[in-house]
Structure formats: structure tokens, C-alpha cells
């Protein structure tokens, strides 16, 4: 399994999930001009996505969706209530997922849903697993708590992409104004570094081998405050995997899930 950012942040958000030459992407914040230039810069083409993931509506996250379904026929998949919020995606092609139910998807993964508490309609976090190699993948974008299903669901996981959006001092002393401070902190907005730390390091295992962080504020936080408070997080836990930051505006390579993942082997691309 390789796994690839094309963006991550209030910007937009884009990643790429390869498996047995097949590819799926989680959320599409980038119209379909801006995509395809992302995805060349990591040796990609649209042609390769067979999927796409939705996370939740919100326009970082869905903005190019309906217009990239268009142009290129993928099946999408996401809650009912995400679906909803996208209404020019054909209904033909519509994959609508049940928490806690697996499906099958671009005949390479198993896509497994939960639902986390976010100011969206219905927005699920994912485990992706990829069905010949059986590495597996959590991901879980913009949530501004741990709700109880999500570490059974991560548990296995031998690489996460977490969101871990702000510092909490930056955000107390920053510029934004009290009331988007608290929409932020509300328990439905989004984790901070220490947050996010918490949740890795309790998912914590011998099988985990890769971290990303992802959604991190250019206002409130740093890719070094993110990266330092989950490492440490990790660490206390008696891991030896480290966190790392996705870049916010540039796409890269995160990190690629060999066959042998099971017995400790991983190349990290980041």
C-alpha cells in the first residue's frame, strides 16, 4: 500500500490510497484543473482513481468532488448524509456506507466506516485495508473528539493519517476571535496536537509503523509543535514510531506499507 497527500489543510484536502495498482482518494478539496496538476506532481493520473472517499461536505474536503465524479465516473463512496450534500453526483454512482458496515471497493480494499462528531452533516472516518496485502490504513479527518467506536475500529492499524489541527496555546493567543476559538475547541470541530497524541498513543502497537498528521492550522500551529507533541505522545507510550507532518499546501509522498508490513518492514516516503 502507498499512500500520498495532495494537500492538506483549510486549503484543501486530497489523499491517495494505492493498493495492487489500484487507487482510491479520500476527499477531493481541489477542482478538477487543480487535481489533475497535484496528482502528476506524484506520478499520478485521474485515470488511475477508481474511487473516491468522502470524509464529509465541507468544501476543503468536497469542493471538486461532483465536477471529478463528471468528468471521470468514479463511484463515490460516503455516508448517506454526505451524499445529500452533494446532489450532481449521479445516482448511479452513488456508494452509500453504513457505519460499521465493510464494503468492498475498486477491487482492491475493504473500506470501514465510523462516525465521528464534526459541525457536518454525517462525517465518517475510514479504515482502508488493502485486500492482497492486508496493511491497513486509518484515516480520520476533522474531528473535534474521540468517540468511543473509533479506537476498536483503528486498532489494527499499521499506519494512521490523524488530524491534528492546532496548538492550543497558539490558538488561545492567536488572532482568530472567541467564538470561531470555541467552534474549534467544541468538541465538534477539531483535535489539537496533544489530542491527537492522545488518541495515537493509544493505538499504539507493534504493527503501528507510520503517522501522519494532517489538517494542521497555518495560523495555529506548526508542522514542528504537531510533529514534536505526537512523536513524544508515542514515545511515552514505548513506541518508536514517530509523527510527521503532511505538507499543507504541496503534495508528497507519506509513506508506503510493504506485503511484509505483518513481520515489521516499511519504507516511509516522507
Known amino acids: 500500500m502507498r499512500v500520498w497527500s495532495l494537500g492538506s489543510g483549510s486549503r484543501g484536502n486530497a489523499l ?10 479520500v476527499d477531493c478539496g481541489f477542482g478538477p484543473r487543480a487535481l489533475v496538476s497535484r496528482l502528476k506532481r506524484v506520478g499520478l493520473v485521474p485515470e488511475q482513481i477508481e474511487g473516491l472517499v468522502i470524509t464529509h461536505e465541507h468544501q476543503d474536503h468536497a469542493q471538486g ?43 482492491a480494499f475493504t473500506l470501514e466506516a465510523v462516525a465521528i462528531p464534526h459541525d457536518a452533516r454525517a462525517p ?3 479504515a482502508v485495508t488493502a485486500t492482497a496485502s492486508g ?6 479527518h476533522d474531528l473535534g473528539a474521540v468517540p ?3 479506537p476498536p475500529l483503528f486498532a ?15 490558538l488561545r493567543n492567536g488572532p482568530y476571535p472567541p467564538m470561531l476559538q470555541e467552534r474549534i475547541r467544541n468538541g465538534r470541530g477539531h483535535l489539537s496536537n ?22 494542521l492550522s497555518e495560523t495555529n500551529n506548526t508542522p514542528a509543535l504537531a510533529a514534536e507533541a505526537v512523536s513524544r505522545a508515542l514515545h511515552r507510550a514505548g513506541s518508536r514510531t514517530a509523527a510527521t507532518a503532511a505538507p499543507g499546501r504541496t503534495p508528497a509522498a ?17
Open 254 to 270: 507519506l509513506f508506503t506499507l510493504d506485503a511484509a508490513t505483518a513481520s515489521g518492514q516499511l519504507r516511509l516516503a516522507m
Open 65 to 107: 468532488a461532483e465536477r471529478a465524479q463528471h468528468k471521470w465516473r468514479w463511484p463515490v463512496y460516503a455516508s448517506a448524509g454526505t451524499l445529500a450534500a452533494l446532489p450532481e453526483v449521479e445516482a448511479r454512482w452513488r456508494r452509500p456506507l453504513v457505519a460499521g458496515q465493510a464494503v468492498d471497493a475498486a477491487g
Open 124 to 126: 465518517f472516518a475510514y
Open 16 to 25: 491517495v490510497v494505492m493498493a495492487a495498482g489500484r487507487a482510491l482518494l
Open 148 to 150: 468511543d467506536a473509533l
Open 156 to 170: 489494527r492499524c499499521d499506519a494512521l493519517c490523524i488530524e491534528a489541527n492546532h496548538d492550543p496555546d497558539m
Open 135 to 140: 496493511a491497513r490504513l486509518g484515516i480520520a
Open 194 to 215: 496533544q489530542q491527537a497524541g492522545a488518541l495515537v498513543a493509544g493505538l499504539s502497537h507493534p504493527g503501528l509503523r507510520a503517522v501522519a498528521l494532517l489538517h
